[in-house]
């Protein structure tokens, strides 16, 4: 692709002269495909319009090869601007745009209410606000890594500037010299409530360059002013911020200024008024004849996915008497994959995250190795979870570590969009259960089995031990998609057979949704999962020795299930789901749907945590609970005699 970023030094009077005529088309476009779709974001898209046509002109993407590798990426922070967004694509020729004024929101249509990539031209889902900036970061900072020369372009709205995660982002822009990254402000002073310095007063310039930004101020209607402004952007070697100062609803006099129009699209009679002081044709009953088709006349695309080849090098054993925690293994098993994905020329495919947690969650190992691959996010969860999974689309094998109220608890939301937009992202969280003890409830994190299971695309593992977390590590690297390794904080003994050989160790490999029969018993089956298991193993020596033949079964899969070893340990007729997670929402409900769903006369009695921990050491937590190993033998000794 040959580099056109803003090469002019100026616009010319032709370029001028087309884009005032793309502008007035791009107005009636949008009030078109909201007025027929009868809902929709009109005024900030018709705020937003002149800007968008500008950075979809002159910036580093090609309509006719929007899926380049080494174009500029822009990402629409403020999604509910679509109508605008699909205008200026639409008329700069990235599809036809007849399409989206004809299919806006309609079922189906790859033209949703908020910006989806599957439409050319945009690198980011996004919707809930305040996220985009986070994402520009990851794409800025993938192209750091990977030495490439796009510029990255986040367009957000003035009322999102409000939202936390955007401070995080300016303050990691600047940390890691994000000088490819330019943000432009959409600044119409309105939003749904009203005016926007009402709602929440903020100051937007100031707020930026405190955190070390550059900024620039233009008019957001005068072309020369918005193109001369990304220009200078650009070329700096510094992250800058532009701040167009723009009206809602621009264009028509009667929705100027007016926050009514935010989130409401016109009426026919409104729409009538408006296409007639447009000035432009008023075709709406034709696509309104196309709506009504059952055919979609564009059906998108599927957004290029970054290639990732990663070696997972040899596994590391880990013996019977060495008694270590799971996040240790982690830690070793990213040295490992770093090493055997070392390039000739110094480079690596891996990147890691972490929020000052490096000491806790083993990363400092790979930090101090591999200095220029660690970024450290500092307390900014929720801009390192998106960041983190927006560099991963890119062909980078990315890494979040961190604690589970913080990792999963605190960033669901930056997770659930990372889902949704198909990230490759290996979420790592250290401290989970009531194993994390004597720093007490507010970070014992129980929930988590619940919570991802709502994210239709990210797989949970849980390994046992250290050797089953060292293989799931390095499976989770090579495979596409999101990931969540959940550990506890304990160390823990390796799980041995029953001749005393380690269950995990070579030649074992890790097999994702298998479960593990880790001892066979034909009167009452213990089906468990992570830091619990060897606690069910220590219960199944002291029934052994009573004349009780238990069955344990480890489930480290959470989110696909190994259904028939679930059903073979329910034929006992007796079964116990013990674990470390919320009793209403772990693998307790989990087994219980499987038993119910296949009308197996089981019996099952769910062993969880009941109510939130205290302060304390885990066993004596565990205890409190009644999730010690004595209640695991009483649970099947009351199973047993049938109380």
């Known amino acids: 692709m040959t580099v056109k970023r803003f090469n002019a030094e100026k616009l010319d009077e032709v ?47 090609d309509p006719k090869n929007p899926d380049d590798p080494d174009r500029d990426r822009i990402v629409i922070s403020h999604g509910h601007t679509s109508p605008g967004v699909y205008a200026a694509l639409g008329r700069t020729g990235f599809f036809p745009i007849e399409a989206a004024t004809a299919t806006f929101r309609k079922s189906g249509s790859p033209f949703e209410g908020h910006v989806e990539k599957g439409i050319p031209g945009l690198e980011w889902d996004t919707g809930n606000l305040g996220q985009g900036l986070s994402a520009g970061c990851g794409f800025a900072l993938g192209a750091k890594v990977l030495k490439k020369d796009f510029h990255v372009f986040v367009a957000m709205g003035c009322g999102e500037q409000q939202k936390g995660q955007i401070t995080e982002a300016r303050r990691f822009a600047i940390k890691y010299g994000l000088d490819n990254l330019t943000v432009i402000i959409d600044y119409n002073k309105r939003q749904i409530s009203g005016i926007t310095g009402e709602i929440m007063p903020q100051n937007i310039a100031k707020n930026f360059e405190s955190d070390g930004w550059r900024v620039l101020e233009v008019d957001g209607h005068q072309f020369q002013e918005i193109y001369r402004a990304f220009r200078e952007a650009a070329f700096s070697k510094h992250p800058t911020a532009i701040i167009a100062h723009t009206v809602m609803g621009k264009g028509v006099s009667f929705m100027e200024g007016k926050e009514e129009f935010h989130g409401r699209a016109l009426n026919m009679e409104e729409y009538k008024k408006a296409i007639q002081e447009l000035g432009v044709e008023d075709d709406l009953e034709h696509y309104r004849q196309i709506r009504e088709k059952n055919t979609l006349p564009y059906e998108g695309r599927k957004y290029p996915a970054g290639i990732l080849h990663i070696q997972t090098a040899i596994p590391r ?85 961190g604690f589970g109220v913080f990792g999963v608890d605190e960033t669901y939301n930056q997770h659930r969009l990372n889902d949704i937009n198909e990230t490759n992202l290996k979420l790592i969280c250290t401290h989970n259960g009531l194993d994390v003890g004597e720093d007490g409830k507010t970070h014992q994190c129980i929930d988590y089995v619940g919570l991802m299971r709502n994210l239709f695309g990210y797989r949970i593992i849980i390994p046992a031990d250290p050797n089953q977390t060292d293989r799931v590590i390095r499976y989770v690297a090579k495979t596409e998609g999101n990931f969540l390794v959940a550990m506890g904080r304990s160390p823990i003994p390796a799980i041995l057979t029953e001749d005393g050989v380690p269950c995990f160790a070579a030649p074992y490999e890790f ?51 190994d259904t028939e070893a679930i059903l073979k340990a329910a034929n006992t007729g ?42 304390g050491k885990p066993d004596d937590l565990y205890r409190m609970q009644g999730l010690d190993v004595d209640s695991l033998v009483n649970a099947v000794m009351d199973e047993i005699i049938g109380i």
């Open 15 to 61: 370029s001028l002269k087309r884009l005032s005529g793309l502008s007035k088309l791009a107005r009636g476009d949008i009030l078109k495909m909201t007025t027929l779709a009868g809902s929709g974001h009109p005024g900030g898209s018709m705020s937003s319009i002149d800007f968008y046509l500008v950075l979809y002109s002159y910036a580093n993407i």
């Open 317 to 401: 054993d880990y013996g019977k008497d060495q008694k270590m925690d799971n996040r240790s293994a982690f830690g070793n098993a990213l040295v490992d994959l770093a090493k055997a994905n070392l390039q000739k020329d110094g480079s690596l495919p891996i990147v890691v995250f972490d929020c000052d947690l490096a000491p806790s969650t083993k990363t400092t190992a790979f930090a101090k190795q591999f200095p220029g691959y660690f970024f450290q996010g500092g307390i900014q969860e929720h801009h390192t979870a998106t960041l983190s999974g927006a560099i991963s689309t890119l062909g980078l094998l990315s890494f979040f570590a």
């Open 511 to 561: 097999q994702y949704g298998k479960a593990d029969l880790i001892r066979n018993g034909k009167d009452v089956a213990i089906i468990t999962t992570g830091g619990m298991v060897y606690r069910a193993v220590e219960a199944w020596r002291r029934l052994k020795e009573k004349g009780v033949e238990v069955q344990v079964l480890n489930i480290s899969c959470l989110s696909d299930l």
């Open 574 to 615: 007796r079964v116990i789901a013990y674990e470390d997670h919320h009793i209403q929402t772990g693998l307790g409900s989990l087994v219980a749907n499987v038993i119910a769903e296949h009308g197996l006369p089981a019996r099952l009695r769910k062993m969880g945590i009941t109510r939130y921990g205290s302060s």
